[in-house]
């Protein structure tokens, strides 16, 4: 009977050795991979911290290189009409230069939005993503906390 004690506390202790081995190597593997996860976390961060940065750069100077430019294109337009009198017969038409003249700054215009759209696409697939991993961290921190 002593021999049954014995082999039946030994199998307790065994099993809660397991036990107590599977918690620990569990807490360790979650700590190794919460400090990764934490540092992607930063880097994504930064990375996006970046974007938008050079985003609004982009922004403010293509607008404002683009005032700068229609403003210029004004005076220029004006003066080229009234010169129109003054030019000889077989000089080239002011009005598909003024035309082309036009065309380019839609154009400025239109590359620019189009840029700040694929940059807003990225920041926004960024942000998902840092929300993601966040919300992974915030899940791994709880189940450590409960081990």
Known sequence: ??????????????????????????????????KQLKENYQNIKQQLDSLK??????????????SEYLSLVDPLIALMKK??????????????????IMYYAIEIKANSVRENEEMGEKIEEGEMKLGQLKK???VLEEKQAEL
Do not use: W, Y
Request: hydrophobic share 50%; proline share 3%; aromatic share 6%.
């Open 1 to 34: 009977m002593a021999a049954v004690t014995v082999c039946s506390t030994t199998k307790g202790l065994f099993l809660m050795f397991t036990l107590l081995s599977l918690v620990c190597l569990s807490s360790a593997l979650i700590d190794k991979e919460l």
């Open 53 to 66: 940065a050079k985003r609004e750069e982009r922004v403010n100077l293509h607008s404002e290189l683009l």
């Open 83 to 100: 010169s129109v009198k003054v030019l000889p017969d077989g000089f080239p038409q002011v009005d598909k230069f003024i035309k082309s």
């Open 136 to 138: 992974l961290i915030e």
